[in-house]
């Protein structure tokens, strides 16, 4: 399994931006496509965004679409989630996700489609 750790979350106003980290450990990491999801108070974990194996494939839920970016670099074994415009409604414990070896990157957009999670990483957006 990949282990993963998210970091680069916090306590920002509306509009500002946040760039959430995820390192990897393991040799899966660059054959894997990589997601984010988030979990907010009292609602079920929630897809954010995927990305192809090496990186040329993004896939967006259409709530973040135009304000999020993920990217990876394989080097580094570090997947990235680039936030701008933040909105009080981003507000969840994000997670990173790892492990998805459905043929298309559109596909891997359940949580039980990966296989390896980090622990989450708290992103707070006040209004």
């Known amino acids: 399994q990949v282990q993963l750790v998210e970091s680069g979350g916090g306590l920002v106003q509306a509009g500002d931006s946040l760039r959430l980290s995820c390192a990897a450990s393991g040799r899966t990491f660059s054959s894997s496509v990589m997601g984010w999801f988030r979990q907010a108070p009292g609602k079920d974990r929630e897809f954010v965004a995927a990305i192809s194996r090496i990186g040329g494939t993004t896939y967006y839920v259409d709530s973040v679409k135009g304000r999020f970016t993920i990217s990876r670099d394989n080097a580094k074994n570090t997947v990235y989630l680039q936030m701008n415009s933040l909105k009080a409604e981003d507000t969840a414990v994000y997670y990173c996700?790892?492990?998805?070896?459905?043929?298309?990157?559109?596909?891997?957009?359940?949580?039980?489609?990966?296989?390896?999670w980090g622990q989450g990483t708290q992103v707070t957006v006040s209004s």
């Open positions: 996700a790892a492990g998805c070896l459905r043929g298309l990157t559109i596909q891997c957009r359940s949580a039980p489609d990966f296989g390896s």
